[in-house]
């Protein structure tokens, strides 16, 4: 039994008015994948029998390259949405959700960076 009011077993763990925009975001990314993804599929399957070079003068167009970068964008942002989910539904422990966010926006950020710029060292040929 405790002696805790109703309010004060729940107060800090409702909500924290972020859950809708949350949502949105992560829909709105995944709407912005399904043509991007499609297309870049399309473009794979054509270029599956290609060499290095009929890739790299595919991706040095300049609608190709700024359609794979902002697939990149909205394919790492999605998934650190949804992992950040993950992280908040399910880890108890405030220090390891605390850490395990930070991590995980790390390394979306990092592996983000690397696969634009991989991208963009390839198409513009340097």
Known sequence: MSLQSP???VRGLGSA???SHH???QRLSALILIPLCLWFVFSILQLMNMDYAAVRLWMSDPIATVFLVIMLIALYYHAYLG???VIEDYIDSEWQKIVSLLLVKFLAVFSGAIAIYSVLKVSLGT
């Open 7 to 9: 309010l004060a077993k």
């Open 17 to 19: 008015r972020q859950g």
């Open 83 to 85: 992992v950040q989910v």
């Open 23 to 25: 949502w949105w975001m």
